[in-house]
C-alpha cells in the first residue's frame, strides 16, 4: 500500500491517500500535501504542536485539518513530517504533529500551496481495513 | 489525467458555446463558453464546463452562467468563470472568488524608449529583485502594526498613499479607487491577520510576476493615446495578490458556509460551491471580510510600485513623475461586487462574482475616472511568462452580455507535473533569455512548472474577446525581463 499519489489537474494538484485506518489516512494525507511543500528528507525535528478540529463530517474533517497544518505552515514558519492522529470521530480530531523551525538554507520550499479545497472530496473505507482519502489543493 | 467532458455545447456562432439549462438537474439558466472551435476540443479535455454546468445551479443566478476564453478547470467555479447573483435571494459564494482574494494586475508606465531602457536591464531586474521581496512565504520589507493592518484593511491602497508611498492622482487608476467599500476588520479572522501581516508588500510565488515590457503593437491608435501609451514604450506591469491573508479568509468563510448551508436549506453540486444568502449574516462576513482582502491587495501593490519607482529613479537619475510613472489603471481578477447592471430592460443590483474574469467597463460608465470615462476603462491582461501582454478596453456589449466582463490572462493547458516533465534538464532562464528575455526567479521550480508551452496562448484568448465583441484590442506589450516569486 502506498502512502499516498499525487493526481494531475490543469491548474492545481489533486491528492490520494491510503491508510489501513482513517487515523492513518489523515496522517498520510498530511504527509502528501507537505511533500508538495519539501522534501520530507529535509527536516528533522525540534517543533512540536498539538492540533485540534471540528467538522461536519469525514470530508470536512479532512479539509479543515490540513487547512490548520497549511496555516502552521505559513504563520509559525515550520515544515512538518510527522502526524501522530491521537482522537479521529466523525466531527472531530486530535493530533500531534511535528517538524522543525522553517530555515531558507536546509529547506527548499518547492511551491507555496493556498489552501486545500472541497472539490471532489473524498473520504471512504473502499474494503476492511483500507481507507481512502481525495482532495484537490488550489497551488 | 483528467477525463474529458462530454456534455452538450451548443454552437451559438462562431465565438459562443452554448450549455443548455436542460443538461442536468438543478441548473437554473444556461452557461455560455466563449470560445474559438479550435479551444472547443482542448477545453472539453477536462472537467471545465462541468463546472460552467454547477455554478449554473447557484440560488439566485442573474443571466447566464458564464466562461471566458482562458477558461480552464479549477474547484467551485471554473477559472474564466462570472455569476451575477441577485441581493435578494441571491448568494454569495467564496469558490465564485478563489482563495487569492483580488489576485490582480497593474500597469504603471513610463516615458521611456526600449532604446533608453535595455543598456540597464541587469541593473534594473537585480535592484527590483533585491527590493520587492518575493518567493514561497516571503515577507514585505515593512512590518505594520494591527492597527495599521486594520487601516491597510479599510483603506486599501488610499491608506498606503497617504503614507507617502504614492501619489495622490494614483487612486483614481486604481478599480475601485484602491479601497473596496462595506470592508470590515472584524469580519477577518485573528489567524487570517497572522497570516496576511507580514506579507503585505510581497509578490509572492506561482504565477505571480513583475514584468518590464516595450510597447510593440498598436492597434487601436486613438485609444492607446487616450490611454497614454506609445509604441517602443517601457511599462511595468506587476501580477500579485492578497497573499495570505485572502487564502485564509477563503478557508474560514468556506468552512463557515458548509456549516450554514443545510439551515438556509441550499444543496450545490460540488462543496467547493458552498455559499451563503447575500444577506445572511455568514454572507455579509464574507463579503466584508473579502473586501478586506482586496484593499490588502491593492494596498500590496501599491507599496510594491513604490519600489519600482524607486529603483527606477535610482537607475535614471531622475524622479518618478519625470520619468512619467503613472498608474495606467489596476483592476482584479478574483473578487465579487455589487454593481448595477440592466437585465430585460431593468436596472438591478447584482452580486458580480469574477473568478479569473477581468471587469471591463465600457465608455460612459459613472464609475471610471473622468479621464476613462469617454473612452472605456484600460483592461490588463497578462500572458504567461515570455509572451506579453495586452491591454484592452471594454466595451457595451460586455456591459449588455457578461456584467462588463471579459476574459484575465492566458489559462493553463498543462498540469504542473507534466510541465515539470516536459521542462526536465532544460535551462528555462537560458532559453527565455535567446528569445530576449531576462529572468530573475527565487525558485527554479517555479520557472519550470511555469513554461510558456503550460499555457494557451494568450494571443488566441484575446482574439476571441474581440472578435465575440466583449473587448477591443489597443496594444500589445513584448516582455524585456521578468522577476518570478
Redesign the interface.
Known sequence: MDKFE?L??????GLVAWGKSKEELFANAALGMFSLICDAEEVDGGFTTPVEVEG?DY??LL??WL?ELL?LF??E?VVLKQFTIQELGQYYLKAQVEGEP?NSQKHH????V??C?????KVEEVEPQLWRAQV?F?? | ??EAWKGPLQKVDDWRWLIPRSYKKGMLTDGMIYASEKMISVIRK?Q?PEQVANVACLPGIVGKSLAMPDI?????FP?GGVAATEEKGGVISP?GV???INCGVRVIKTNLTEEEVKPHMEKLLSLLFSHIPS???SEGKLSFSIPELERVMEKGARYIISRGFGFGEDEENIEERGAMEGANPEAVSA?AR??GKDQLGSL???NHFLELEVVERIFRPDLAEAFGLFPGQVIIMVHTGSR?LG??V??DY??EM??AMSRYGISVP???L?CAPCNSPEGRGYFEAMACSANFAWANRQLITHWVREVFEQVFQKSAPALGMSILYDVAHNIAKWEEHEVEGKKMKLCVHRKGATRAFSAGNPTLPPHYRGVGQPVLIPGDMGTGSYILVGTELAMQETFGSTCHGAG???????ADRRSKGRDIAGELKERGILVRAE?K??LR?EIPEAYKDVGEVVEVVERAGISKKVVYARPLGVIKG
Open positions: 499525487i494531475d489537474h490543469t491548474a492545481d494538484v461536519s470530508e470536512d479539509v479543515t487547512n496555516y505559513e504563520a514558519e522553517l520550499i518547492k511551491r507555496v493556498k489552501a479545497t472541497y472539490y471532489e472530496v484537490y488550489d497551488i | 489525467m483528467a477536462d471545465a480552464h478547470w479549477g474547484y467551485g477559472i469558490g478563489g482563495f487569492d518567493g514561497v512565504g489567524k497572522e497570516r509572492g510565488s506561482g495570505g487564502h485564509q477563503c478557508t468556506l468552512q458548509q456549516k460540488d462543496r467547493q458552498a493553463r493547458v498543462m498540469s504542473r507535473s507534466e525558485s521550480a517555479t512548472e
